[in-house]
């Protein structure tokens, strides 16, 4: 039987599907990323962008009404109060898609998920 579920190649190919206005959210949201762990190599991983260092790093993902960070559940507990905001799970946090993300709060959960993964 074959799976009708897409698979992407690349992160390119993933931010590619979505409308333009999404598509300039996602390429921050990367950039922002990348400037917060730039030893950490892109990959696509359970179909979903995900920068890897020694390790999964942090995954996101754009849905109909919110970008979705994964940034497990030490970088959402030890942000607890400033995500308090936010609507979010064990390890997810969602940014609804009507606000501007907040860029200077991922930067810096993705240093303390940089600082968390030993070399």
Known sequence: MESN?????S???YIATFPTDTQKILQELRATIKAAAP???EKISYQMPAFALNGNLVYFAAWKNHIGLY?????????????????K??????FPSTNPLPLDL???????RVAEKPE
């Open 5 to 9: 579920k897409v698979h992407y190649a």
């Open 11 to 13: 992160i390119d190919e």
């Open 39 to 41: 030893g950490a190599q």
């Open 71 to 87: 940034a497990t559940p030490s970088g959402t507990q030890e942000f607890e109060q400033e995500l308090s905001i936010y609507e």
């Open 89 to 94: 799970a064990r390890g997810s946090i969602k």
């Open 106 to 112: 991922i930067s810096r959960i993705v240093k303390f």
